[in-house]
């Protein structure tokens, strides 16, 4: 990591992980 964490870039990978954790907890079995 050379470059210095943005929001955005945050905010993306924050995003990234709770869509994929909802989508496995809301998905039926």
Known sequence: MTKPFTLDQLAAQVAAM????????????
């Open 18 to 29: 709770l869509s994929g954790s909802a989508r496995r907890v809301t998905a039926p079995s």
